[in-house]
DNA sequence: TTTCAGATGTCAGTTTGTGACACTATTTTA
DNA sequence: TAAAATAGTGTCACAAACTGACATCTGAAA
């Protein structure tokens, strides 16, 4: 087990134990069997740790997007339906993500690196649409596809019994409703 | 001029000229005749300095938006014209707006931090919306809100040729050919 | 085996941020 | 007005987050 895994390891069961405000970098790599300089060797900060995914989510719905690209389907549902097709990942791991949103919620800092995360998110999408569309509106299709799922993922943490793609769909359908029936 | 003034015009002086990594608090307190300690009792840390504003914005579109209810009109559309009520602060102070974008723009910690807003914006919107929609959909709406005003914001950073306002309606026009003309 | 690159340890130092306590100025209240 | 509460500050000591420089180790390639 390399390093680095020990060490993400040992940070997640000391954050969900005694918090993360509450863990020392120094107790974290201690745990994990080497020194606190080697932790910031492979994270860039104490909570790099909780971050570390290489954007795994962008790149798949990216991919998802350009290959099941489709003239005749309005952009903003393509991007939600790209969302659908990751979110198996979610409900396989609810309990791992629970954990870590708990932990995220419990702190300032890593509410707003989270949030980090969601404009990358958004640069991803924009750019697999680019090539089918004006940017602008890439850009905005793919601001609203983060917030239907920003939206989808909250409700879905807060309710164990709906699939987060059921979420996600309500939330589009609403989406649907904001647009056309309220004239 | 109380401390904390103080404390913010060295600060802003500081950012501009050396960086905002590269001044220390100690630095910021000297030039405001202060102790770092009683920076540290002003601002809870050093980004704070940047963003002590207390949900102004947020206060005033809410006020908007309850004072200028109309079943008649889309939800959405209300809340963009919400911001267009206070966007001539932001074309009156576009110096001020822009020096401080610089300084955000430099730092990644300062970007999470200036997202962080967004979400107090949505609450502020979604709260005001509340009493007269339904509460997903108040949220739903507000979410879209912000990210149009992120995205006109954007624009009218790197484009001083048009006013705030000209950008807000420009990205919401370009909301209703994303659901309307792309069937 | 030798060599070389990459990962780790050591150590000293800077910076951020906090707790505790004392002092001063301003405002309240008797 | 005088006494007393209160808010703002300074001082000091300290924990914790990070960084740079340099030494050491380890494993794989030559």
Redesign the pocket.
């Known amino acids: 087990m390399?390093?680095?895994e020990k060490l993400q390891a040992a940070a997640a069961k000391l954050f969900i134990e005694k918090g993360f405000e509450n863990?020392?970098?120094?107790e974290i790599?201690s745990l994990a069997?080497?020194?606190?300089?080697?932790f910031?060797?492979?994270f860039?900060?104490?909570?790099?740790v909780l971050f570390d995914t290489n954007n795994d989510l962008g790149q798949r719905v990216a991919a998802y997007i350009t290959s099941n690209f489709d003239v005749e389907k309005k952009p903003l549902k393509l991007a939600v339906e790209s969302f659908v097709s990751i979110s198996e990942f979610f409900d396989n791991s609810r309990e791992r993500v629970l954990a870590r949103n708990q932990i995220i919620q419990s702190n300032p800092d890593l509410q707003e690196r989270e949030l980090l995360k969601g404009q990358v998110l958004i640069t991803s999408i924009s750019n697999s649409l680019s090539p089918q569309y004006d940017g602008d509106l890439s850009e905005l299709t793919a601001r609203f596809a983060v917030e239907i799922f920003h939206m989808a993922y909250t409700k879905w943490i807060k309710n164990a019994e709906k699939s987060l793609a059921e979420q996600l769909l309500t939330v589009y359908e609403l989406y649907e409703n904001l647009f056309c029936c309220l004239e």
Chains 1, 2 share one sequence.
Do not use: H
């Open positions: 390399k390093s680095k863990t020392t970098v120094q790599a069997g080497v020194t606190e300089r080697t910031f060797r492979q860039k900060d104490k909570s790099d």
